[in-house]
């Protein structure tokens, strides 16, 4: 087939639509590398392509562009932490115990244990901190009392 | 596996990490975001349904593999959200082969009903002959006739 047949055969416009089968795929790719005239025309075919759908454009709604931000960020986070899982062990201890990980946001992330661990010691400190307060009034208390058992003995004497 | 993940699977670079030169997802979508919501629409016209559609295609994996794509980042940005759509319609459609939905407006055999059932509703080309007892060649003859008018329009 030769450039001119292949221009008017349509493969061009279903490979660019994604309609072409292996087979086409593989010619065409192969006849561009061949021909740079039709790779030339490929590229204007190309234009053709983009002027349809750009005059069938339709500016979505504003909320579409703030939820696929949020997904790519999301997706963006969990490729990182899978590129921390590539990194081999010896290379680890080489460049010491942590990871240097730059971020851009003023949040840290702990373990969920930390949680329930920063409840206990709150909920103790707490504790501790009535007990030793009753204990302390009750010692002042105990004092007072000894001082005035001990006036009134030397008052009996 | 179609053409996009074919070239995803041979490129294991991600663009979206990578530095500068490389668009990332939202820059993508602010330069073609109205035009695949375009083409969805042609293809799902419910506004909720094809705004789900673009979010999907915009934060799909496969929009990496628009980077080692051999043509323009919108060409391969039709292809995925054609895809992506058609999926959808399919799904919506609960059936294995999507409803046959001939435009009105399209005269029979006409490039442009071509255009739309491979195009809009998501059939082969093969597909296409056999429903309106054409060839192969003559529906991708169609295809070319149907950009050719649309440039000399």
């Known amino acids: 087939m030769n450039t001119q047949d292949l221009i008017k055969s349509g493969i061009l416009e279903s490979y660019l639509l994604g309609l072409a089968s292996r087979e086409e795929q593989e010619l065409v790719q192969q006849k561009m590398l061949d021909d740079p005239e039709l790779a030339a025309y490929v590229t204007h075919l190309e234009n053709d392509v983009l002027s349809y759908f750009d005059a069938n454009a339709v500016s979505p709604p504003q909320d579409v562009r703030e939820i696929v931000h949020l997904r790519s960020r999301k997706g963006n986070a969990q490729k990182r932490k899978h590129v921390f899982n590539r990194i081999p062990k010896e290379e680890n201890y080489n460049k010491g115990p942590y990871l240097e990980?730059?971020?851009?946001?003023?949040?840290?992330?702990?373990?969920?244990?930390?949680?329930?661990?920063?409840?206990?010691?709150f909920i103790l400190s707490k504790i501790f901190l009535i007990a030793g307060l009753y204990y302390y009034f009750k010692s002042s208390g105990q004092e007072q009392e000894i001082l005035r058992l001990k006036t009134q003995i030397q008052q009996q004497k | 596996m179609n053409e996009l993940e074919q070239i995803n699977r041979n490129t294991g670079q991600s663009f979206m990490n990578s530095p500068a030169g490389k668009?990332?997802?939202?820059?993508?979508?602010?330069?073609?975001?109205?035009?695949?919501?375009?083409?969805?629409l042609q293809?799902?016209?419910?506004?909720?349904?094809?705004?789900?559609?673009?979010?999907?295609?915009?934060?799909?994996?496969?929009?990496?593999?628009?980077?080692?794509?051999?043509?323009?980042?919108?060409?391969?940005?039709?292809?995925l959200a054609r895809a992506k759509a058609v999926e959808a319609k399919r799904k919506l459609a609960g059936a294995s082969s999507p409803a046959l939905d001939i435009r009105s407006d399209a005269a029979e055999n006409s490039p442009q009903q071509v255009f739309d059932l491979a195009f809009r509703q998501g059939f082969s080309p093969e597909e296409v002959a056999e429903k309106l007892n054409i060839s192969k060649p003559e529906v991708l003859r169609s295809l070319h006739a149907f950009f050719k008018s649309n440039r000399d329009a």
């Open chain 2, 43 to 79: 293809i799902i016209p419910q506004p909720h349904l094809a705004q789900e559609v673009l979010i999907s295609v915009f934060s799909s994996p496969l929009l990496q593999s628009c980077n080692s794509y051999p043509f323009t980042f919108a060409v391969c940005i039709i292809k």
């Open chain 1, 101 to 121: 990980v730059e971020v851009s946001d003023t949040y840290i992330k702990v373990h969920k244990y930390w949680r329930p661990a920063f409840i206990i010691v």
């Open chain 2, 23 to 40: 668009l990332t997802s939202l820059e993508i979508y602010d330069k073609y975001g109205a035009m695949a919501y375009g083409i969805i």
